[in-house]
C-alpha cells in the first residue's frame, strides 16, 4: 500500500516536468527531452518548450534575428540546431543560460558579423558550426568562453581577414575548419594560444604565399590542408612546423618547390602537391619520416634531372605518385615502375609522334594561343611572352591572369573587358607608363593588382573605379615622386598598399583619403622627409606602417595620432639622432614591433618610450651610437630585442641597463664601448660599474643617489 502511494506520489510530481505544455506546431518526445519544430515559418523561438528539454531541433524557419535570452526558459538543452533560419544577427547574450550546450549549429544561415558577446554563456559548448553563412567579420575575443569547443566549422563564408588573437580562448579546440573563404591575409597571431589545435583546414580561400610565420604559431598542430589557395611557389624553410604530419598543397598554382621548404617538419609523413605546375623536383631535405609523396597531375619528366630525387626517393623508402609526362617512352609510366639508372636525357626521335603539343588548342577554344590556359586552375600564364599589347578572348571563368615581363607601355580602356572573375592580375616588368582610365573596366572581383617595377609616376584615381573590391595594390619599384592626391579615393576595401622604392618625398594632408580599410602602407626606400600631421587621417584600422629607408628627422609623433591599432613601426635607417619624450605615446597602447636600427641615433631621453613596455614583443636598436637607454624596466614582454654595435660606456651610469639586461633570458647583444678596461665585454657579464670622479674602486650607490633619477648620459665614452 505503502509502495502504491509513492508511486503515485512520483508521477504526480513528474507529470508537469515530463508533459509539459508543447509548442502546438512542434512534434515532443517527453521520453527522450527531444523537441523538432521544424520547417513550420516560425519568426521567433517558440516560448512554450518544455522546460528539460535537452535536444531541440528548429532548422527550416524565419527567425532572423535571435534575441538576447531567446532560450532561458530551456536551460537543460544540450543540441541545439538552427540551420536554414534566416538568421541575420545574434544579439549579445542570445545563448546565456545555455551552460549545458554541447552542440550548436546555425549553419547555412545570412549572419554577417559575430560580436563578442555573441556566444556568452556557452561555457560547456564543443562544436560550433557557422558554415556557408556570410560572415565577413569576426571580432577578436568573439570565442573567448568557449573554453571546451573543440571543431569550429567557418566554411563556405566571406572571411578575408584572420587579425591578430581571433580564436582567443580556444584552449581545448582540436580542428578549426575555414574553408572556402575569401581569406588572402592571416596576421602573425591569428593562431596564437591553440595548444590543442590538430588539424586546420583553409583551403579553397585566396592565400597567394605561405604563411609561416602565422602558423609557425601552432605548435601541435598535425594536419594541414592548403589545397585551392593561388600559391605559385613554395621557399627554403617555408613550412616551419615541428609537429606537422600531414601537409594538403594540392591543386594550386605551384611551380617551383626549393629543396629546403620541409626542412623546418621533421615530423611530415605525407605531403600532398597533386595538380600543380611543377615541372622538375629535387630530393627533400630534413624529411626522415616522409613516406608518402603526392605529385599526381605535374608535368614532370622521367628524365636524367630527376634521377637524384629517384635515387633519395628508393634510399628512404618514400612512396611517390608520379606519372611521368615524358620522355615519350616513358610517358604515362608510374615512377615506381622505374629504375634510377633508367632516367636519362637524350634525343628520343619517338617524341613528336607520341606527344600532343602542349601549346596546341581546338580551334573553338576561347585562349590566346600564345598562353597557357589552364581551365582546372582557372589560370592564364603569359608571362614573358614579347605581347606589346593585351590578348583578347581568355577564358570567362579566369580568375588568376599573368602577363608579367611583356612591353606593354600603356595600358587602355577596356583592355580586359569581359574579365569580371579575374581576382588576381600580375602585370609587373612590363614597363608600363600610363594607365588610362577604364582600364580595369569590369573587373568587380579584382583583389590583387601587381605593377610593380615599371615606369608608372602619376595615376588618375578614376582608374580604380572600375575595381571596387582591390585589396592590395602594388605599385612599388616605380617612378613616383610624389603620392597622387585622391589616388585612393575609389578603393574602399584597400587593405595593403605598397609603393616602396620609389621617389616620394613628402606624404601631405589627408594623402590616403578613401582608403578608410588601410591595415598595411609600405614606404620603404623612398625620399621621404616630411609627413603632415595628417596626412594618415581616417587610416584607424592601420596595423603596420613601413617608413624605413628614408629622410625623416625625427619620429612622425603627430601623424601617428589615431592609430590606435598599429603593431608595427619600421624607421630604420633614417638620419634621425635624437627621440624626445613621448615620441611613440599615440600608439603605445597597440604598438607590439619597433624597428629604429640604422640611424645614427645618439640619445633617447628620459621619456622617449613612455606608454610603451609591457605590448612591445621586439626592439630592434642596433647599430647605432647610444651610449645609454633609458630605464627599460617595462619591456617585460620581450621575444627579441637587438641592442648591438651601440657605444655603450659601462660606468655607473648603465647599472640600471646592466640589471635589466640580467633579468631577461633573450640574448641581447649589448656591448661595452667604454671604458677601456671592459671594452668588447658584454654588458650583461661587465664585472664592474665605475664613474670617475670621486668614486675609489667599487661602485658606492647611497640612499641618496639611489633616490636620484639617473639621467642618460651624452658624454662619449672615456678610456682609461
Same mark, same amino acid.
Given at each position: 500500500?505503502?509502495?502504491?502511494?509513492?508511486?503515485?506520489?512520483?508521477?504526480?510530481?513528474?507529470?508537469?516536468?515530463?508533459?509539459?505544455?508543447?509548442?502546438?506546431?512542434?512534434?515532443?518526445?517527453?521520453?527522450?527531452?527531444?523537441?523538432?519544430?521544424?520547417?513550420?515559418?516560425?519568426?521567433?523561438?517558440?516560448?512554450?518548450?518544455?522546460?528539460?528539454?535537452?535536444?531541440?531541433?528548429?532548422?527550416?524557419?524565419?527567425?532572423?534575428?535571435?534575441?538576447?535570452?531567446?532560450?532561458?526558459?530551456?536551460?537543460?538543452?544540450?543540441?541545439?540546431?538552427?540551420?536554414?533560419?534566416?538568421?541575420?544577427?545574434?544579439?549579445?547574450?542570445?545563448?546565456?543560460?545555455?551552460?549545458?550546450?554541447?552542440?550548436?549549429?546555425?549553419?547555412?544561415?545570412?549572419?554577417?558579423?559575430?560580436?563578442?558577446?555573441?556566444?556568452?554563456?556557452?561555457?560547456?559548448?564543443? %562544436?560550433?558550426?557557422?558554415?556557408?553563412?556570410?560572415?565577413?567579420?569576426?571580432?577578436?575575443?568573439?570565442?573567448?568562453?568557449?573554453?571546451?569547443?573543440?571543431?569550429?566549422?567557418?566554411?563556405?563564408?566571406?572571411?578575408?581577414?584572420?587579425?591578430?588573437?581571433?580564436?582567443?580562448?580556444?584552449?581545448?579546440?582540436?580542428?578549426?575548419?575555414?574553408?572556402?573563404?575569401?581569406?588572402?591575409?592571416?596576421?602573425?597571431?591569428?593562431?596564437?594560444?591553440?595548444?590543442?589545435?590538430?588539424?586546420?583546414?583553409?583551403?579553397?580561400?585566396?592565400?597567394?604565399?605561405?604563411?609561416?610565420?602565422?602558423?609557425?604559431?601552432?605548435?601541435?598542430?598535425?594536419?594541414?590542408?592548403?589545397?585551392?589557395?593561388?600559391?605559385?611557389?613554395?621557399?627554403?624553410?617555408?613550412?616551419?612546423?615541428?609537429?606537422?604530419?600531414?601537409?594538403?598543397?594540392?591543386?594550386?598554382?605551384?611551380?617551383?618547390?626549393?629543396?629546403?621548404?620541409?626542412?623546418?617538419?621533421?615530423?611530415?609523413?605525407?605531403?600532398?602537391?597533386?595538380?600543380?605546375?611543377?615541372?622538375?623536383?629535387?630530393?627533400?631535405?630534413?624529411?626522415?619520416?616522409?613516406?608518402?609523396?603526392?605529385?599526381?597531375?605535374?608535368?614532370?619528366?622521367?628524365?636524367?634531372?630527376?634521377?637524384?630525387?629517384? %635515387?633519395?626517393?628508393?634510399?628512404?623508402?618514400?612512396k611517390v605518385d608520379l606519372i611521368c609526362s615524358g620522355p615519350g617512352h616513358f610517358r604515362g609510366d608510374h615512377l615506381d615502375s622505374l629504375r634510377a639508372i633508367d632516367l636519362k636525357c637524350g634525343n628520343f626521335p619517338e617524341e613528336e609522334d607520341n606527344q600532343l603539343?602542349?601549346?596546341?588548342?581546338?580551334?573553338?577554344?576561347?585562349?590566346?594561343?600564345?598562353?597557357?590556359?589552364?581551365?582546372?586552375?582557372?589560370?592564364?600564364?603569359?608571362?614573358?611572352?614579347?605581347?606589346?599589347?593585351?590578348?583578347?578572348?581568355?577564358?570567362?571563368?579566369?580568375?588568376?591572369?599573368?602577363?608579367?615581363?611583356?612591353?606593354?607601355?600603356?595600358?587602355?580602356?577596356?583592355?580586359?573587358?569581359?574579365?569580371?572573375?579575374?581576382?588576381?592580375?600580375?602585370?609587373?616588368?612590363?614597363?608600363?607608363?600610363?594607365?588610362?582610365?577604364?582600364?580595369?573596366?569590369?573587373?568587380?572581383?579584382?583583389?590583387?593588382?601587381?605593377?610593380?617595377?615599371?615606369?608608372?609616376?602619376?595615376?588618375?584615381?578614376?582608374?580604380?573605379?572600375?575595381?571596387?573590391?582591390?585589396?592590395?595594390?602594388?605599385?612599388?619599384?616605380?617612378?613616383?615622386?610624389?603620392?597622387?592626391?585622391?589616388?585612393?579615393?575609389?578603393?574602399?576595401?584597400?587593405?595593403?598598399?605598397?609603393?616602396?622604392?620609389?621617389?616620394?618625398?613628402?606624404?601631405?594632408?589627408?594623402?590616403?583619403?578613401?582608403?578608410?580599410?588601410?591595415?598595411?602602407?609600405?614606404?620603404t626606400g623612398n625620399n621621404i622627409n616630411y609627413i603632415a600631421q595628417t596626412a594618415f587621417k581616417n587610416t584607424k584600422h592601420l596595423e603596420q606602417l613601413y617608413l624605413d629607408e628614408n629622410l625623416l628627422l625625427e619620429v612622425p609623433t603627430q601623424a601617428l595620432k589615431?592609430?590606435?591599432?598599429?603593431?608595427?613601426?619600421?624607421?630604420?635607417?633614417?638620419?634621425?639622432?635624437?627621440?624626445?619624450?613621448?615620441?611613440?605615446?599615440?600608439?603605445?597602447?597597440?604598438?607590439?614591433?619597433?624597428?629604429?636600427?640604422?640611424?645614427?641615433?645618439?640619445?633617447?631621453?628620459?621619456?622617449?618610450?613612455?606608454?610603451?613596455?609591457?605590448?612591445?614583443?621586439?626592439?630592434?636598436?642596433?647599430?647605432?651610437?647610444? %651610449?645609454?637607454?633609458?630605464?627599460?624596466?617595462?619591456?617585460?614582454?620581450?621575444?627579441?630585442?637587438?641592442?648591438?654595435?651601440?657605444?655603450?660606456?659601462?660606468?655607473?651610469?648603465?647599472?640600471?641597463?646592466?640589471?635589466?639586461?640580467?633579468?631577461?633570458?633573450?640574448?641581447?647583444?649589448?656591448?661595452?664601448?667604454?671604458?677601456?678596461?671592459?671594452?668588447?665585454?658584454?654588458?650583461?657579464?661587465?664585472?664592474?660599474?665605475?664613474?670617475?670622479?670621486?668614486?675609489?674602486?667599487?661602485?658606492?650607490?647611497?640612499?641618496?643617489?639611489?633616490?636620484?633619477?639617473?639621467?642618460?648620459?651624452?658624454?662619449?665614452?672615456?678610456?682609461?
Amino acid at each position: 500500500m505503502l509502495w502504491t502511494v509513492l508511486t503515485l506520489l512520483i508521477m504526480l510530481f513528474m507529470e508537469p516536468l515530463l508533459c509539459d505544455r508543447c509548442p502546438r506546431k512542434c512534434i515532443c518526445d517527453n521520453l527522450r527531452a527531444f523537441v523538432a519544430c521544424t520547417n513550420k515559418n516560425a519568426t521567433e523561438v517558440p516560448a512554450s518548450i518544455p522546460q528539460f528539454t535537452q535536444k531541440l531541433d528548429l532548422r527550416g524557419n524565419d527567425l532572423k534575428v535571435i534575441p538576447t535570452g531567446s532560450f532561458f526558459p530551456t536551460p537543460y538543452l544540450t543540441h541545439l540546431s538552427l540551420q536554414k533560419c534566416n538568421i541575420e544577427r545574434i544579439e549579445e547574450g542570445a545563448f546565456r543560460g545555455l551552460g549545458r550546450l554541447v552542440f550548436l549549429n546555425l549553419g547555412s544561415n545570412k549572419i554577417s558579423f559575430i560580436y563578442q558577446e555573441s556566444f556568452d554563456g556557452l561555457s560547456s559548448l564543443q %562544436q560550433l558550426v557557422l558554415e556557408k553563412n556570410r560572415l565577413e567579420e569576426i571580432k577578436p575575443g568573439a570565442f573567448g568562453q568557449l573554453g571546451f569547443l573543440n571543431f569550429l566549422n567557418l566554411g563556405e563564408n566571406f572571411l578575408v581577414y584572420l587579425p591578430d588573437m581571433l580564436f582567443q580562448g580556444l584552449q581545448q579546440v582540436k580542428w578549426i575548419r575555414l574553408s572556402n573563404n575569401m581569406i588572402n591575409v592571416i596576421s602573425n597571431e591569428a593562431f596564437a594560444g591553440l595548444p590543442n589545435l590538430r588539424r586546420l583546414s583553409i583551403d579553397h580561400n585566396e592565400l597567394q604565399y605561405f604563411q609561416s610565420e602565422a602558423f609557425t604559431r601552432m605548435s601541435g598542430l598535425t594536419r594541414l590542408e592548403l589545397g585551392w589557395n593561388p600559391m605559385t611557389f613554395l621557399s627554403e624553410e617555408a613550412v616551419h612546423m615541428a609537429s606537422l604530419k600531414q601537409l594538403f598543397l594540392n591543386d594550386m598554382a605551384i611551380q617551383d618547390v626549393s629543396f629546403k621548404a620541409f626542412e623546418k617538419s621533421p615530423q611530415l609523413s605525407l605531403i600532398d602537391l597533386s595538380n600543380n605546375q611543377i615541372r622538375s623536383i629535387q630530393a627533400l631535405s630534413g624529411v626522415e619520416h616522409l613516406n608518402r609523396l603526392n605529385l599526381t597531375g605535374n608535368s614532370i619528366r622521367c628524365d636524367c634531372y630527376l634521377r637524384h630525387f629517384k %635515387q633519395w626517393a628508393d634510399s628512404q623508402r618514400v612512396k611517390v605518385d608520379l606519372i611521368c609526362s615524358g620522355p615519350g617512352h616513358f610517358r604515362g609510366d608510374h615512377l615506381d615502375s622505374l629504375r634510377a639508372i633508367d632516367l636519362k636525357c637524350g634525343n628520343f626521335p619517338e617524341e613528336e609522334d607520341n606527344q600532343l603539343p602542349v601549346t596546341q588548342k581546338p580551334e573553338d577554344e576561347i585562349c590566346p594561343r600564345i598562353c597557357d590556359c589552364r581551365p582546372d586552375d582557372k589560370h592564364v600564364l603569359c608571362e614573358n611572352k614579347y605581347l606589346q599589347q593585351i590578348p583578347k578572348r581568355f577564358p570567362f571563368d579566369t580568375t588568376l591572369l599573368d602577363l608579367r615581363k611583356n612591353v606593354f607601355n600603356s595600358i587602355f580602356k577596356e583592355a580586359f573587358s569581359g574579365m569580371k572573375n579575374v581576382v588576381s592580375l600580375h602585370l609587373q616588368n612590363c614597363q608600363i607608363n600610363e594607365l588610362q582610365p577604364g582600364a580595369f573596366i569590369s573587373m568587380d572581383n579584382l583583389v590583387y593588382l601587381y605593377l610593380s617595377h615599371n615606369h608608372l609616376s602619376q595615376i588618375d584615381p578614376e582608374v580604380f573605379r572600375d575595381a571596387p573590391k582591390l585589396g592590395y595594390l602594388y605599385l612599388d619599384h616605380n617612378r613616383f615622386t610624389t603620392i597622387p592626391m585622391g589616388a585612393f579615393k575609389r578603393l574602399p576595401n584597400l587593405f595593403s598598399l605598397h609603393m616602396q622604392h620609389n621617389s616620394i618625398s613628402t606624404l601631405p594632408d589627408n594623402i590616403m583619403s578613401g582608403a578608410d580599410k588601410l591595415h598595411w602602407v609600405y614606404l620603404t626606400g623612398n625620399n621621404i622627409n616630411y609627413i603632415a600631421q595628417t596626412a594618415f587621417k581616417n587610416t584607424k584600422h592601420l596595423e603596420q606602417l613601413y617608413l624605413d629607408e628614408n629622410l625623416l628627422l625625427e619620429v612622425p609623433t603627430q601623424a601617428l595620432k589615431g592609430m590606435s591599432f598599429l603593431k608595427e613601426l619600421r624607421l630604420s635607417k633614417n638620419p634621425i639622432r635624437y627621440i624626445g619624450n613621448g615620441a611613440f605615446l599615440p600608439v603605445s597602447r597597440s604598438l607590439q614591433h619597433l624597428y629604429l636600427s640604422d640611424l645614427g641615433l645618439e640619445q633617447i631621453s628620459s621619456g622617449g618610450f613612455t606608454g610603451l613596455g609591457r605590448g612591445i614583443k621586439s626592439l630592434h636598436l642596433d647599430n647605432n651610437k647610444l %651610449q645609454n637607454l633609458p630605464n627599460m624596466k617595462d619591456f617585460n614582454g620581450l621575444e627579441l630585442i637587438n641592442l648591438a654595435n651601440n657605444l655603450f660606456n659601462c660606468d655607473c651610469h648603465l647599472l640600471h641597463l646592466h640589471r635589466w639586461i640580467n633579468s631577461l633570458n633573450l640574448k641581447v647583444g649589448a656591448t661595452c664601448a667604454g671604458p677601456k678596461s671592459v671594452k668588447g665585454q658584454k654588458v650583461r657579464n661587465a664585472p664592474f660599474f665605475k664613474c670617475h670622479g670621486n668614486d675609489k674602486g667599487k661602485t658606492k650607490i647611497t640612499k641618496k643617489k639611489r633616490s636620484e633619477k639617473v639621467q642618460p648620459t651624452t658624454r662619449k665614452a672615456t678610456h682609461g
